[in-house]
């Protein structure tokens, strides 16, 4: 098949929706012969920051000189951005050769009698079974939902890391905070590392967990932390402290801004000093080559058009709004701003909106690309009890439009609310930028 049949029998799978378990995974990662054991895996899940540790870890690999895969969801704009080997995407030809090698296995099993594996599973194969063609010698992979039932987790890896645990996804992952909890841990193997940076209930359930299965846990903020030393145009620079390896204020630079990349790149910086315990190709230089260049689109990024300042930033929780709320006010500190905004119905809108906002802010409310989107005059309803001025306009084009008129080079432009809304919006400004 070519791309578009992919994508096509993709979506075709989309009828069996999320079904979490494991069983499914590992009968077809059986019928491809288990090509996730044919190389080095780090594994990551977390609330929030998943992504950029997990950018941040597969940065600092390749520039070690280590040939590295990379395991991401969602995407932005293309399928084939979640799948990447040494920073390159898989090309489109590449994703419909390998998805049609998987198809065969898939159909032998319903053929069989067995269930079809869902759409995240078999994008999660097709990763696993293009690392191994490639011959990757490490890959990073980052967890879809929770954990312990993610189609992710048949791997055994290096280390694990765990970004934070917020409650989101808590009807599939048991109910409450601590369940989640118990979801995110379910990452933990027997004898296999564990860095975090959850607090409170979540950290002990963590814990307990590291404790049975005889893992070594590694806290920030009691292990390791990193500290804010400057913030340039482009770069935050860093300190990385950790008694326990013996390392006392090593500096580097972070190519990300956010106050929640501080916290994020602490994380990085401790599973690749684990990692150098193991390969001396990781050394404090290679991590600050790749921290220095390593980018991770839609996550509190500058991307000004002209005179025009913008953050795009896919925060879609409770916590992600607060993460984007401390780091505008410390990055890019403005007395007015205006958001274009889009929300999924599913989430904790009030919460997030009253976090966000303040009372002088105008904001632009448009429909993100998911059938789980809120409704838009419903959202500008929510929002005009926060803000000075609101206005609902569906088609995400008009809605950019409108906001940067309202901006008028003046104030700041943020675009967040939902992954969903920010890929394609990011690139219709990035399309407007390439024409300036």
């Not at 609330?47 to 600092?60: D, H, Y």
């Not at 002088?360 to 929002?383: C, F, G, M």
Request: glycine share 6%; net charge negative.
């Amino acid at each position: 098949m070519n791309y578009q049949e992919s994508l096509a029998y993709l979506e075709s799978l989309n009828i069996f929706g999320i079904k979490l378990g494991l069983e499914r995974m590992q009968k077809l990662l059986a019928r491809l012969e288990l090509p996730q054991e044919r190389y080095r895996t780090i594994h990551v899940t977390g609330t929030n920051g998943k992504g950029s540790v997990s950018a941040m870890l597969a940065g600092i690999l390749r520039h070690s000189g280590i040939h590295t895969g990379f395991y991401s969801s969602p995407h932005l704009v293309s399928y084939t951005e979640r799948i990447r080997v040494d920073g390159q995407a898989i090309s489109e030809q590449e994703f419909a050769d390998c998805l049609s090698s998987i198809k065969v296995y898939i159909d032998q099993m319903i053929t069989d009698g067995e269930e079809c594996p869902t759409q995240f599973e078999v994008l999660t194969a097709l990763a696993f079974f293009y690392f191994a063609i490639k011959h990757v010698e490490y890959a990073v992979i980052e967890v879809g939902l929770g954990g312990l039932l993610d189609s992710t987790n048949v791997i055994v890896p290096e280390v694990s890391v765990i970004t934070n645990v917020t409650l989101e996804h808590a009807d599939r992952c048991g109910g409450t905070l601590a369940g989640v909890a118990r979801h995110k841990a379910g990452i933990i193997k027997e004898d296999v590392p564990v860095v975090t940076a959850a607090k409170g209930e979540p950290l002990e359930i963590i814990r307990q967990t590291a404790e049975e299965k005889n893992a070594d846990l590694f806290v920030a903020g009691e292990d390791f932390s990193t500290e804010f030393i400057s913030c340039a145009e482009k770069y935050q620079c860093l300190e990385f402290t950790s008694h326990l390896l013996g390392v006392v204020k090593e500096p580097y630079s972070l190519h990300l801004w956010g106050k929640h990349q501080i916290e994020n790149s602490a994380l990085a910086v401790m599973t690749a000093q684990l990692l150098h315990n193991t390969d001396d190709r990781i050394t404090n230089k290679t991590i600050d080559d790749a921290l220095s260049l390593v980018s991770w689109p839609a996550r509190f990024e500058r991307v000004d058009l002209g005179e025009q300042k913008c953050i795009v930033d896919g925060a879609h929780n409770p916590a992600g709004m607060q993460a984007l709320r401390e780091s505008l006010d410390m990055y890019v500190p403005a007395p007015e701003r205006v958001f274009l905004l889009g929300i999924l119905k599913d989430k904790d809108i009030e919460s997030m909106l009253d976090i966000l906002l303040r009372p002088n802010d105008t904001v632009v409310v448009t429909v993100p690309h998911s059938e789980r989107a809120a409704d838009p005059q419903q959202l500008a309803q929510k929002a005009a009890a926060h803000v000075q001025h609101v206005e609902a306009i569906a088609d995400n084009s008009q809605a950019l439009e409108r906001a940067l008129e309202l901006a008028n080079k003046e104030k700041l432009l943020v675009l967040a609310g939902s992954l969903y809304l920010v890929g394609g919006v990011r690139k219709l400004l990035l399309d407007k930028k390439g024409g300036e």
